[in-house]
């Protein structure tokens, strides 16, 4: 069983002011693949409590999703704190998401989600936008099980597991 914690970043949102979308998207989509979202939140884009809840939601979950934050304007500020947090960084995951982004807009390329590992959890920063949540996950869904075991230690082999053993 692989446990999560969702954080959206909205100033907005955290007020009452809009209703989040993409955080309960986010669960709706993971639940398919055996995740259990076991904290929801949704906060500013205030870079010292996000910095705080990814280094608490590491002790607690083996999955950390942020939504919102990884655009270009002045508030946007989840990928530097984001990279902060990480001690490995993992850019295959959001290089995928927004290759498949870019198959729709040309606007993909200006996310500036990361990914990346602390301790034994993988975090996955999200755009915003529920259809770019939708089209990033996605994207890259089929790996995060995986991804997961690899950072909690499974020594199996990864060729042979998919049937290409060299």
């Known amino acids: 069983m692989i446990t999560a914690a969702i954080l959206t970043l909205s100033d907005k949102g955290s007020k009452g002011e809009r209703e989040d979308l993409g955080g309960p998207l986010i669960r709706e989509m993971i639940s398919g693949i055996g995740v259990t979202v076991e904290y929801y939140e949704v906060i500013p884009d205030e870079k010292g409590l996000l910095k705080e809840k990814l280094i608490d939601y590491c002790t607690k979950v083996d999955l950390v999703l942020t939504t919102g934050g990884t655009g270009l ?38 996310s500036r989600a990361i990914a990346g590992v602390r301790g034994n959890t993988l975090i996955i920063n999200l755009p915003g936008s529920p259809k770019a949540v939708k089209e990033g996950l996605d994207a890259i869904m089929e790996a ?8 909690k230690g499974s020594m199996e082999d990864c060729a042979v597991r998919e049937g290409r053993q060299t």
């Not at 500020?77 to 198959?103: D, F, H, N, Q, Y």
């Not at 995060?144 to 950072?151: D, F, L």
């Open 73 to 110: 304007s002045p508030r946007d500020i989840t990928p530097e704190t984001t990279r902060e947090v990480i001690e490995k960084e993992v850019p295959g995951i959001a290089e995928a998401m927004r290759s498949a982004g870019l198959e729709k807009t040309k606007r993909a390329m200006l």
């Open 144 to 151: 995060i099980p995986h991804a997961i075991e690899k950072i």
